[in-house]
């Protein structure tokens, strides 16, 4: 590689995390502005009087949200798991009539590819009746439905790439179905299990939908719905709002941080045969 292709790779290289780290850098710094510098026309690129104002002011309530979007999160990740772990391995594993699991396998990716607002009218009637409404056990619910089809689409993938070798040795040596799939199988996809459950509660973190139609008050809210919360009918607290997105986004990289390496191993696994 000559010098000018080496500049060329690196000039790209920084081209492109200038792109995707910039809309990170204006969300810091203008959770460090006032909201009057914030609507400053041309913009500021840095603070000119830097303040932790906005963060003295979001931090109160920061707990409440935050013990709401890690309970639901985790909450939400293993119901999913305990449930579309066994019916990945049955899709994986068991003999079906022709064409049941290629339509199985279509219906579960098409529910995880329709937007979560498609099911808001029928959630929202069905909690009012049942007093799920504004609970932290209805947003669990909830996001399960949409995070199930995800976990089964993904272990599948998994678990088809384990010898079935493996589960008829286990079942020779008098190990039933189910404690073949915890015994034997699923220590084997531990890789694909891992990545599956942080991208699941990446996702449940992540989202604003059923938080904002699902709940009414802190007692449920999550951090998403509290972020909007700084959008009124008159005014716009643009660096409130920031710098709760500052605060709603460190737990998720810290946690990515630790999980990391168990990320990038599941992700790979299957790839070299």
């Known amino acids: 590689m000559n010098l000018f292709q080496r500049f060329l790779k690196w000039a ?60 639901v999160s985790v909450g939400s990740t293993l119901l999913s798991l305990l449930i579309g772990v066994p019916a990945a391995y049955s899709l994986a594993r068991f003999r079906f009539a022709s064409g049941f699991r290629t339509a199985v396998s279509f219906i579960v990716l098409s529910i995880r590819m329709m937007l979560p607002i498609v099911f808001i009218v029928p959630l929202f009637q069905i909690y009012q009746n049942t007093g799920l409404y504004n609970t932290k056990l209805g947003l669990i619910f909830a996001y399960s439905l949409v995070d199930m089809p995800f976990v089964v689409w993904m272990m599948r993938s998994y678990l088809t790439e384990i010898p079935e070798s493996l589960d008829e040795a286990a079942m020779v040596d008098g190990c039933g179905r189910i404690r073949t799939m915890l015994r034997v199988v699923l220590p084997l996809a531990a890789p694909g299990l891992a990545t599956t459950a942080v991208m699941t509660m990446i996702f449940t973190w992540n989202d604003l939908v059923f938080g904002l139609f699902l709940t009414a008050n802190s007692s449920a809210e999550t951090l998403p719905v509290s972020i909007i919360g700084f959008l009124s009918q008159y005014q716009t607290y643009w660096s409130q709002m920031a710098a709760s997105g500052v605060l709603a986004i460190l737990p998720m990289v810290i946690f990515l941080l630790f999980v990391q390496k168990y990320l990038v191993r599941g992700l790979t696994a299957g790839a070299v045969k």
């Open 12 to 71: 790209v290289v920084i081209l492109f995390s200038a792109w995707t780290l910039f809309p990170l850098y204006w969300l810091v710094i203008t959770s460090l502005k006032t909201n009057a510098e914030v609507l400053t026309d041309p913009p500021t690129f840095v603070p000119v009087h830097p303040t932790l104002a906005s963060y003295h002011y979001v931090v109160g309530n920061f707990g409440v949200y935050f013990v709401n979007s890690a309970i």
